[in-house]
C-alpha cells in the first residue's frame, strides 16, 4: 500500500539549515508537497515539486526529489524561530482512484 | 488568513448527540476536502467532493455525513460518534479537481473535537 514516512522530531540551532527528509512507497506519485502547520492551524502551502523534476529553489526553500530512492527532502536555509513547525510531506497519485497521501509530519524546533 | 473557514472551532459532544462542521471556501475553488488529524497518525482524507458531486470516501464508517450544496459550503454531519474519533478536522479546498494538475491545497484551520 501507499506509505510516507517522515521522522518525527528535528532540532536546529538559529541561523543553520534544516533537512527535513521524507520517503514514499508509491512510484506513480504525480506531485509531492510541503506542508507547514503552525500550533492551533491548518496547513499551509509551503511548495510542491513535480515528479518528473529533481530540484525546485524558492527563497529559502530547496526541495530535492530522488525518484529512485524515493525520497524527498525540505531544506530551509538560515533557519529561524518562525520557523519551528509541524512540516508534513505528502503524495497525489492518480491511478484508478483519487489519493493524496501525507506523512506524520515532522516537528521542527529551532533554537536561539 | 487561507480563505477558508471552519466553525465551530471546538466541539465537545457526547456519544448520543447529532452535531455538524461546516466549512466556507471564499476562493471560488471548485474541489474541497475533509481530512482528519489524530496525534502520532498521519493525515487521513475522508472525503473529497470535486464540482459538488463526492468523488472520494476512504471508507469513512457511516457515522460521517459529507454535504456538499454548493462549491463554496462543505458539511460534516456526525452521528453517534465514538470516543477514538475524538481528533482536529481539517476543511481544504483546491482550484481544480482532484489529480488534474498539482492540487494546491488551502487549509482551514480545523475543527477541534472532543467526544465523550
Known amino acids: 500500500g501507499e506509505d510516507v514516512e517522515q521522522s518525527l522530531f528535528l532540532s536546529v540551532r538559529e541561523g543553520d539549515s534544516s533537512v527535513i527528509n521524507c520517503t514514499y512507497t508509491?512510484?506513480?506519485?504525480?506531485?509531492l508537497y510541503w506542508y507547514k502547520q503552525e500550533p492551533g492551524a491548518g496547513l499551509q502551502l509551503l511548495t510542491y515539486?513535480?515528479?518528473?523534476?529533481d530540484m525546485k529553489q524558492d527563497q529559502r526553500l530547496t526541495v530535492l526529489l530522488n525518484k529512485k530512492d524515493k525520497h524527498l527532502s525540505l531544506r530551509i536555509a538560515d533557519t529561524q524561530t518562525g520557523d519551528s513547525a509541524i512540516y508534513f510531506c505528502?503524495?497525489?497519485?492518480?491511478?484508478?482512484?483519487?489519493?493524496?497521501?501525507f506523512g506524520t509530519g515532522t516537528r521542527l524546533k529551532v533554537l536561539a | 488568513e487561507t480563505g477558508v473557514t471552519q466553525t465551530p472551532r471546538h466541539l465537545v459532544m457526547g456519544m448520543t448527540n447529532k452535531k455538524s462542521l461546516k466549512c466556507e471556501q471564499h476562493?471560488?475553488?471548485?474541489?474541497m476536502y475533509w481530512y482528519k488529524q489524530s496525534a502520532k497518525k498521519p493525515l487521513e482524507l475522508m472525503f473529497v467532493?470535486?464540482?459538488?458531486?463526492?468523488?472520494e470516501n476512504n471508507s469513512v464508517p457511516s457515522r460521517f455525513s459529507p454535504e456538499c450544496p454548493n462549491s463554496s459550503h462543505l458539511f460534516l454531519h456526525l452521528h453517534t460518534l465514538q470516543p477514538e474519533d475524538s481528533a482536529l478536522y481539517l476543511c481544504?479546498?483546491?482550484?481544480?479537481?482532484?489529480?488534474?494538475?498539482?492540487?494546491?491545497?488551502?487549509f482551514g484551520p480545523g475543527t477541534r473535537l472532543t467526544v465523550l
Open positions: 467532493y470535486s464540482l459538488e458531486e463526492r468523488v
Open positions: 476562493l471560488g475553488h471548485n474541489a
Open positions: 508509491d512510484s506513480s506519485s504525480t506531485y
Open positions: 481544504a479546498s483546491s482550484q481544480d479537481p482532484p489529480g488534474l494538475r498539482a492540487d494546491t491545497q488551502y
Open positions: 515539486i513535480f515528479s518528473n523534476m
Open positions: 505528502a503524495e497525489s497519485l492518480v491511478s484508478g482512484t483519487y489519493k493524496y497521501i
